[in-house]
């Protein structure tokens, strides 16, 4: 059974900066996709990043310049490094697995909820 335990969330304010980090373990799928989404207070759940087997990774145009997703494959983390906070990025994220390559994009991904989902962290962003 794959579990996937996030952590890293938290409250912060305005360009302040956290690190999410995201456990997995119970699998051994050589072809995994992973990535992070997340879902704000009114808003339906987006795709904010996804990196592939060999480490190529996509990001949403709206979190590009700010957030970087990064894994460890040796220790089977998933990390989101965010920086320069806004409120517009208060939400619940969530990390997600998927044994396949390529991976799906970040809206097939996250509207069809595929693979395997942790619990979230929360990110509370105040002005």
């Known amino acids: 059974e794959v579990q996937l335990v996030e952590s890293g969330g938290g409250s912060v304010q305005a360009g302040g900066s956290l690190r999410l980090s995201c456990e997995a373990s119970?699998?051994?799928?050589?072809?995994?996709?992973m990535g992070w989404f997340r879902q704000g207070p009114g808003k339906e759940r987006e795709g904010v990043a996804t990196?592939?087997?060999?480490?190529?990774?996509t990001t949403a145009d709206s979190v590009k310049a700010r957030f970087t997703i990064s894994k460890d494959s040796a220790k089977a983390t998933l990390y989101l490094q965010m920086n320069s906070l806004k409120p517009d990025d208060t939400a619940m994220y969530y990390c997600a697995v998927e044994d396949r390559y390529p991976c799906r994009s970040l809206t097939t991904w996250s509207e069809g909820g595929f693979g395997d989902w942790g619990q979230g962290t929360q990110v509370t962003v105040s002005s």
């Open positions: 990196i592939d087997r060999f480490g190529l990774s």
């Open positions: 119970g699998y051994t799928h050589r072809r995994n996709c």
